[in-house]
Each structure stands twice: as C-alpha cells, then as structure tokens.
C-alpha cells in the first residue's frame, strides 16, 4: 500500500506559478498510474492530469499548456509545475495513485491553493 504526501500548495497572484509535490512511502511507483485533481469549495474532485508509468500525460483542457505533470520514480515523486494560475483554480490539490494491475486508488491528503484577489 502505498501513502502520498501533498506539498508546495499557498497564495498565488493571477498569472502566477506554483509548483507542487506527491512523495510517496510505502510501495515504489512503478505499477502506479499517478494523477492530480483538484476539489474547489462545494465542487467535485476534478482531473486536472495524470501520468502513466511510461510517461505518458493527460490534461484537463482548461490547464493545458499551462501546466505540466511529471515523475521521478528514483524518488517516488510526482509533480505539478502550474503556471498562469487562475483565480478559478482555487482548491484542494489532491494526488492519487491508482495500481495498475488492481485498480486501487490511494489518495493524499491535499494542499491548498488558494489565488489571492
């Protein structure tokens, strides 16, 4: 079983950048599809990307080529390099393992991102 770790989430200006982090323990990433969603006040958890074990990404079209997903397996690590933050993308930042060959989905605790007006 594996456990994630949110971090990198604050206040962040329109048009600003922010770059998050999902450590993981427990289990190496290497049979996890890992992903980042993101829940805004009185919403449903969203996709906002994900990326397969091979590399290979997924985008919601709202964040694409503005933000990008990535991995380190050495490092059991997953990051969202976010830029030209908007103020609707306020929300819980969510990262999520989902094992391949089960199905099972791990999720962290979040971080919060928060646009500052």
């Known amino acids: 079983q594996v456990q994630l770790v949110e971090s990198g989430g604050g206040l962040v200006q329109p048009g600003g950048s922010l770059s998050l982090s999902c450590a993981a323990s427990?289990?190496?990433?290497?049979?996890?599809?890992m992903g980042w969603y993101r829940q805004a006040p009185g919403k449903q958890r969203d996709l906002v990307a994900h990326?397969?074990?091979?590399?290979?990404?997924t985008y919601a079209a709202s964040v694409k080529d503005r933000f990008t997903i990535s991995r380190d397996d050495a490092k059991n690590t997953v990051y969202l390099q976010m830029n030209s933050l908007k103020c609707e993308e306020t929300g819980m930042y969510y990262c999520?393992?989902?094992?391949?060959?089960?199905?099972?989905?791990?999720w962290g605790q979040g971080t919060q991102v928060t646009g500052a007006s």
């Open positions: 427990g289990s190496g990433l290497g049979l996890y599809v």
């Open positions: 990326i397969t074990s091979r590399g290979g990404t």
């Open positions: 999520k393992a989902r094992r391949s060959d089960t199905n099972d989905d791990y």
